[in-house]
C-alpha cells in the first residue's frame, strides 16, 4: 500500500509526514446522490500526521511516498474489526447461557466488551509502534508523479 505524503518536520531520524486521508467514495460515480458520498464530502478535509524514524534525509515540504506491506495492512484491519466484534458476539453468547442475568444486562455487558476491546487495541497498538515503524518505508516522490 502506498501513499504520498508531505514531510512537516524532520528532528534527527525522525520524519513527521502529514497525508491527506481519502475515502472510497470519491472515485464512486454515485458520489452526489449517496448519503455517505455527501458526508464524506463534509470530513474532506482531514489529515494524518505521524512519525517515521528513517535513516534516509528529508527537508520539511519534501513529498515522499509512504509503502506499508499489504499484509500487514490486512492483518491489522482484520484485527481491529474482527476481535471486537467477536468478543461481542461471545460475550453475548456466554451471557446468555449462564441463565442468570436479565437479557438487558447480557446486553450491556457485551457492549462494554466490545469498547473495552477497541480500548485494549488502541493501547497495544501505540505499544506496537515501534514496530509498525520499522515496516513503514520512505522513498523520495519523482516529480512527474507528484502532478
Known amino acids: 500500500m502506498k501513499e504520498v505524503a508531505e514531510v512537516t518536520a524532520v528532528d534527527g531520524n525522525r ?5 491527506q ?4 467514495c470519491s472515485g464512486c460515480a454515485q458520489v452526489s446522490n449517496c448519503g455517505a ?14 512519525t517515521v524514524v528513517t535513516e534516509q534525509t528529508f527537508s520539511p515540504g519534501d513529498q515522499v ?16 474489526y474482527g476481535l471486537p466484534i467477536l468478543t461481542l458476539l461471545l460475550l ?4 446468555e447461557n449462564t441463565g442468570t442475568l436479565p437479557e438487558g444486562f447480557v446486553i450491556l455487558l457485551s457492549f462494554a466488551g ?16 515501534i514496530q509498525v515503524n520499522a515496516m513503514v518505508k520512505l522513498e523520495t516522490v519523482a516529480a512527474e508523479v507528484q502532478h
Open 114 to 129: 466490545f469498547a473495552f476491546t477497541f480500548w485494549g487495541l488502541k493501547r497495544w497498538f501505540r505499544k506496537r509502534d
Open 15 to 19: 520524519v513527521t509526514v502529514t497525508t
Open 92 to 95: 453475548a453468547v456466554l451471557l
Open 21 to 24: 486521508l481519502k475515502t472510497a
Open 65 to 80: 511516498q509512504l509503502e506499508v506491506p499489504e499484509t500487514a495492512v490486512t492483518r491489522f484491519a482484520l484485527l481491529l
Open 37 to 50: 458520498g455527501i458526508l464524506s464530502k463534509v470530513f474532506a478535509d482531514r489529515n494524518a500526521q505521524f
